[in-house]
């Protein structure tokens, strides 16, 4: 019973989500692209590739901005949270070498202790988010269940894998969580409030082609 469910979940499902991560990926940005030159030609006109790769990379530096200096430990924690959740998947020596196993591909991988240390900077991220989004009233005011949901969707890749990792007991369990969850996770990017991932170039360099290019202004 339990290896049925290993063999499907680590088998064809790893393909299923890949897939809706890519091609779901492609359909919101392309269609996002389609509605701006439609709609609003404005939009296009405004964007200056100059001023936006100049916002992009001023919000992508920690500290870079006044509303980052504003809030020293949200963005203290927003960007080690970020950093640790694109880096650690990928970096990981159990991912490398499932890759490897599988088309003979590999890279540089973290040490076992550091991948822990990320994964558990991951999960206090989320944690710290979820008391953020329960006690600060400016933003509780525009938070519901999905928000919820979305920050416990985040944190069980992390947790159920650093389970396995130990080799806790219940490993077996463990490891079909994991990566079920890693793959509703993954498929769930372009098609939830994770799509923030594909918007934010466009987005930022929307605004700072606006601030730069029309308001002669910046835009952090
Ligand atoms: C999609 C298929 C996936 C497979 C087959 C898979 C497989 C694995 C395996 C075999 C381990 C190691 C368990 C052990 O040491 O015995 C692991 C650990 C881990 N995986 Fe995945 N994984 C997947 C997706 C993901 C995703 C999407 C994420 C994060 C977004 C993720 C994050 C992690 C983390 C954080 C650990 C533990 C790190 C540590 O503390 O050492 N995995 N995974
Ligand atoms: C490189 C791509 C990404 C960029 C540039 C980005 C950027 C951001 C920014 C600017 C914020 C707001 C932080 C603040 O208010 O100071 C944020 C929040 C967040 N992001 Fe991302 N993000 C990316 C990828 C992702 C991915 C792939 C996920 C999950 C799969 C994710 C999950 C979250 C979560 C959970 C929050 C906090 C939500 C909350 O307050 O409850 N991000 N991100």
């Known amino acids: 019973m339990m290896h049925d469910i290993y063999y499907i979940v680590s088998g064809p499902m790893v393909w299923i989500s890949m897939v809706l991560f890519a091609a779901g990926s492609l359909y919101r940005v392309f269609s996002m692209g389609l509605l701006a030159a439609k709609k609003d030609h404005v939009v296009i006109s405004y964007m200056n590739i100059r001023y936006a790769l100049r916002s992009i990379l001023h919000w992508i530096i920690p500290y870079a901005s006044i509303s980052m200096r ?76 999905s928000d919820y949901f979305l920050l416990a969707l985040v944190a069980a890749p992390f947790a159920s894998g650093f389970w396995a990792a130990q080799h806790w007991p219940g490993y077996n369990l463990a490891l079909v969580i994991h990566i079920l969850s890693g793959e509703v996770l993954l498929a769930s990017i372009p098609f939830t409030r994770f799509s923030h991932m594909l918007f934010f170039p466009f987005t930022r360099g929307y605004m700072g082609s606006e601030f730069g290019g029309v308001r002669k202004a910046k835009d952090w």
Not at 106 to 122: C, F, G, H, K
Request: proline share 5%; glycine share 2%.
């Open 70 to 145: 504003r809030r020293p430990v949200m963005t203290a924690v927003a960007f080690s949270f970020h950093i640790c959740l694109i880096l650690t998947p990928i970096f990981l020596l159990a991912h490398v070498l499932l890759i490897k196993e599988s088309w003979n591909i590999s890279w540089w991988y973290l040490p076992d202790r550091i991948a822990d240390a990320m994964t558990l900077t991951v999960i206090a991220g989320c944690i710290f988010f979820l008391i953020r989004r329960a006690i600060r009233p400016e933003v509780r005011y525009l938070t519901d269940a």
